[in-house]
Structures are given as C-alpha cells and as structure tokens.
C-alpha cells in the first residue's frame, strides 16, 4: 500500500461575522473548531502515522495536540508552515480594505500570486518559502505523515504538485478542519479533499 500524505487545515477560530484577512495573527481555536479536531481525531486514531509537521502558529499547535493525545508521535515544528504574512492588512475585514484601499484590493484581486500588501509578503513568495519544505519533508519520511498548516500553506502545496495555475488558487477548497488526503502513484500526485 502507498504511502499517505495528510495535509491539514488547522480547527475553527474567532475571527467575527465577516470575511477578514488572518495570516500570521496568533488566534487559538474555538469551542467549534475544537470540536471539528476531534473528529480529526477519530479519523486518525487507526491511522499508523510516522511523523507530524506543523506550523508554530497556536491554532496548528492545538491541532496537532488533541490529534495526538495519546500517541507517542514526533510533533515537528517548522516555521516556514506558518501562513502567509498579510503585513498591513492582517485582522481587517476585507469590506474595509475594499474601501479604504480599493486599488490595493484591485491589485490583489488581478495579481494574486504577485501583490505584497505593505509588511507582508506575496502567494508567490510564500510558494517560495513552503515548497522547499514541502519536499524536504516528503523525500526525508517514509511512511504516513500528518502536516497541520493553514489555507494558504495547503492551496500553494495543492497548487504546485496539481499544476493548478497562481490566479485559480481559490478554488482550491480549503474549510477549517479539512483533511487533503496525497498519494504518489504512477509518477503523479491524487488528491482527495475529506471533511
């Protein structure tokens, strides 16, 4: 049987009643997201897993801690898994960098891989940052590993082994608490999205 990758967006968190754009900012789960990595748990309790990855960020940490429990599992910590840096725009709705920024927001909206709000960083230099360690990890592990990471990690990874193109890559799925099942057969990359 081949081996599987588990690629993981981190449980539910507070973030308000409207869209906004969370990157680096440290929130813990919620009570619901929570509750959506212990049904993570269950799923995994079967699963022999060789190691988990994860990014430092609390809400990926807490992740990793109820699936892992009780297990006796390496949780390895790497920082290039943290999410894209969002710079000036982090914690804001995105009805007001719409408005107050509108051709910023335009920029965005026409290069998503290109644009770099002001402190922040682009899709594609957060490509450059997570790739290579994304390879690292696969060609350094043998069995079936667990990476916990966020939306934007999971979409640039699902981007580059799928050849889905930078300006598609929100439609790549990605819920709180969703588990992107990997396996490499015949020299390409399946994907399954579990919820």
């Not at 930078?166 to 969703?178: S, V």
């Not at 990997?182 to 399954?192: A, D, I, Q, R, V």
Request: charged residues 25%.
């Amino acid at each position: 049987m081949s081996r599987k990758i588990y690629l993981i967006r981190h449980g539910k968190i507070n973030v308000g009643n409207e869209k906004r754009y969370i990157g680096i900012t440290d929130i813990p789960l919620n009570e619901e997201g929570t509750l959506q990595v212990l049904k993570l748990k269950r799923f995994f309790e079967k699963i022999d897993i060789e190691k988990v990855y994860l990014s430092p960020l609390k809400r990926c940490v807490e992740t990793a801690h109820i699936i892992l429990e009780d297990r006796n599992i390496d949780k390895i910590i790497v920082n290039e898994l943290m999410e894209i840096n969002m710079g000036e725009w982090e914690g804001k709705t995105f009805s007001f960098i719409k408005s107050s920024l509108p051709e910023q927001f335009k920029s965005r909206g026409e290069d998503i891989g290109g644009f770099v709000p002001t402190g922040g960083e682009s899709f594609k230099n957060l490509e450059k940052r997570v790739i290579p360690v994304f390879k690292s990890i696969i060609n350094s592990t043998s069995g079936n590993i667990i990476i916990i990471s966020h939306a934007g990690v999971n979409r640039v990874i699902l981007k580059n082994i799928l050849s889905i193109s930078m300006q598609d890559i929100f439609k790549i799925n990605q819920p709180y608490g969703c588990i992107n099942e990997l396996s490499f057969s015949n020299g390409e990359w399946n994907w399954k999205l579990l919820l």
